[in-house]
């Protein structure tokens, strides 16, 4: 099992940047990618961005493409994002997970490992 901490949320203004870290431990190498979700109140986790751990290569959703980017730095079991020209709808629970096996996915339950999550808020 992997354990993950995330942290780095906080209130930004529109048109600010975030970045927050997700901190791995445990089994970290069975972690094929990790993955950011968010969860705004009333709606379902939704799928961010992701990265292979081996090779760097990532993944984005529409709606953070070309504003948000993910990176890993393996040797300190870490992963970030970097979250540029923030709006009002980022405004969401963020979270980290870590997905085993040899596919990645944009679907939170073929997710084993979760964050406690970290709230990003921004204003208008």
């Known amino acids: 099992q992997v354990q993950l901490v995330e942290t780095g949320g906080g209130l930004v203004q529109a048109g600010g940047s975030l970045r927050l870290s997700c901190a791995a431990s445990?089994?970290?190498?069975?972690?094929?990618?990790m993955g950011w979700f968010r969860q705004a109140p009333g709606k379902e986790r939704e799928f961010v961005a992701y990265?292979?751990?081996?090779?760097?290569?990532?993944y984005y959703a529409d709606s953070v493409k070309g504003r948000f980017i993910i990176s890993r730095d393996n040797a300190k079991n870490t992963v970030y994002l970097q979250m540029n020209m923030l709006k009002p709808d980022d405004t969401a629970v963020y979270y980290c997970?870590?997905?085993?096996?040899?596919?990645?996915?944009?679907?939170?339950?073929?997710?084993?490992?979760w964050g406690q999550g970290t709230q990003v808020t921004v204003s208008s």
């Open positions: 445990g089994r970290t190498s069975s972690a094929y990618a």
């Open positions: 997970a870590a997905r085993n096996g040899v596919r990645a996915t944009t679907t939170p339950d073929e997710y084993a490992s």
């Open positions: 990265i292979i751990r081996s090779t760097g290569l990532p």
